[in-house]
């Protein structure tokens, strides 16, 4: 089966808050590659699934039921041989709230918390909107990549009492090796921290790289770990509010329980957990393909920059559908290089100071959209910098 990421889609006008550029003060004409949603449609697959619950015509209050969780225990046990309980698996409407919930659980006010700069921004947001102090362990770019400086990050473990990975990585677009991922977990195991694992890219990875689950890896890790997954990355259903978190400790799972309903949430949406079941049934095809075509896009952005434009250069993604652009060769100041992408290239992109400040210099590129797209805002990109 061929599916098709070739057809542009219109999303203007469809409540998209990508495609609305005046709420967010950006000129009319800027081709949007920001926020990390895909413009492809959702698998057909799950498509049917929407369909025909929305022809049975009542929406409820809902739960997971055995099919659903049947679903999802075959996904992770299939692509990624982590085995998963049902008990440990909490619904709840995104990763996001689950860091905000999971960082209230796992320590206090004024507690230390370890992040990876540049980082999906939400979870420095997590640990100063709560009241936690941000520890930031930059990640170390040499040669064009980024990896871990483990002596900084244990100076850093050793004052917090939490650590949030990022794994595969946004926006370096790493996806840590089992080596990396046993070093952290040591270091953390050997100061009693506990860890939030953003996995929602898991399933974004290029061939020659492999994702691993940081709490399959060994039991201990499993025990202070709380797991954050989604369908909404893989499948392009984040407007769907959806996401599945793993805590196999008990005593960890009944607290951030607790803390969800104190924050009144209960039951799950009835669409969410439709689309999830059909996609993790029926999408396996469809990723394949997808991961392929993103491959080929990521190709497609290493080669024309470098004939075209090389003094911005693509940091090599290992993962995510996120190509993080290195400017700094351009010589421009955060702030020139953001108003040059947005009011002369015409590009809304993620400024990479967002991201900490290791991102400054960088602009993150949303590839998953199809390749005709890539190819216009690469030309636009040419049409400025060359
Ligand atoms: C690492 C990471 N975590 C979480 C999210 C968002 O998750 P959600 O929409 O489920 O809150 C994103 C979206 O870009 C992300 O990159």
Redesign the pocket.
Same mark, same amino acid.
């Given at each position: 089966m061929h599916y098709d990421f070739d057809t542009v889609i219109d999303r203007r006008n469809t409540y998209s808050i990508k495609y609305d550029p005046a709420s967010r003060g950006k000129p009319d004409d800027v081709l949007p590659l920001w926020?990390?949603d895909m413009d492809f449609s959702a698998p057909p697959c799950v498509i049917d699934a929407l369909r025909s619950r929305a022809q049975h015509g009542i929406f409820g209050y809902s739960e997971p039921d055995t099919d659903y969780c049947a679903a999802v225990r075959d996904w992770f046990r299939k692509r990624f041989e982590w085995n998963v309980e049902r008990e440990w698996l909490t619904v709840t409407p995104?990763?996001?709230?689950?860091?905000y919930i999971a960082v209230r659980v796992l320590t206090k006010p004024g507690d230390g918390v370890v992040v990876q700069q540049p980082v999906?921004y939400?979870?420095n947001s997590a640990v100063r909107h709560t009241g936690r102090q941000l520890l930031v362990n930059e990640l170390v770019y040499s040669t064009g990549r980024y990896s871990i400086d483990f002596e900084a990050f244990e100076n850093k473990i050793k004052q917090a009492k939490l650590f949030i990975l990022?794994n595969p990585h946004?926006p370096v677009g790493r996806v840590w090796t089992r080596d990396e991922l046993m070093r952290m977990g040591e270091i953390c195991l050997r100061y009693g921290v506990t860890v939030i694992s953003?996995e929602?890219?898991q399933d974004f990875v290029f061939s020659g790289n492999r994702h691993f689950v940081f709490a399959s890896l060994d039991e201990r890790f499993a025990n202070i770990t709380v797991t954050?997954t !989604?369908p !909404?990355?893989t499948f392009n259903l984040?407007g769907l509010?959806?996401?599945n978190i793993f805590i196999s400790n008990e005593t960890l799972r009944a607290q951030f329980r607790q803390e969800y309903a104190n924050c009144g949430l209960s039951q799950p949406g009835i669409m969410g957990l439709a689309a999830c079941e059909a996609a993790y049934s029926g999408g396996a095809d469809w990723v394949d393909e997808l991961v392929n075509y993103l491959a080929g896009n990521m190709s497609l952005i290493h080669e024309f920059l470098q004939t075209n434009i090389p003094k911005i250069k693509l940091v090599e993604p290992e993962g995510?559908y996120l190509a993080w652009l290195d400017c700094s060769s351009l010589g421009l100041s955060a702030s020139e290089l953001d108003n040059a992408i947005t009011h002369k290239a015409k590009l809304w992109l993620s400024n990479g100071s967002i991201f900490g400040k290791g991102g400054e210099g960088f602009q993150r590129m949303n590839a998953a959209c199809p390749r005709s797209v890539v190819h216009n805002a690469l030309e636009r990109l040419k049409k400025e910098f060359v």
């Open positions: 926020v990390a995104g990763v996001v709230n689950a860091l999906y939400p979870f990022c946004n953003d929602i890219h954050c !989604s !909404s990355k984040a509010l959806h996401a995510t």
